[in-house]
């Protein structure tokens, strides 16, 4: 039963390490408004924090182009892309909070338009790996072609 807890615990330990990721998909209809937006909370502990963010026009399937903007809780902008039918980007954030995704319809584009958008976040930590070698490998002049390995403990 006492290996069985240990078990449990270096398990939950190990999967406590693992970098935390947050992601959401959605599709959503933008009308004759100005501008639709979006909030994902982001909780970045380290500085090496990644957004991934991906958006597309679903229909209809013509000329239609969006402004799309990405801002961080202090309100600058992270990505942004002006006339795109679709697009992807990828930025290092350090800001904890809310950010804020934000679609404009360009003038003179359909009455709806239905997109899509995808946004990831991967919280890196420190990680450090260290690799300790368990063979080694001699090579001798006198004679090169015949291989002289010795195991390590």
Known sequence: MRSFLSLVVALLLFVCALPNTHASRFQFTLTSRSE???????????????????FGILEPKSYDLVDVVVKNPSQREVLTWKADQNNHGTATVRESGLYHLCFRKLKGASSTITLFYSFDFISTGVRSLTLVPNIAATVSKDAPSVPASTGIA
Do not use: I, Q
Request: charged share 25%; proline share 0%.
């Open 36 to 54: 639709e937006c979006f909030m994902e909370a982001v909780n970045a502990r380290s500085s090496n924090n990644k957004v991934l963010f991906r």
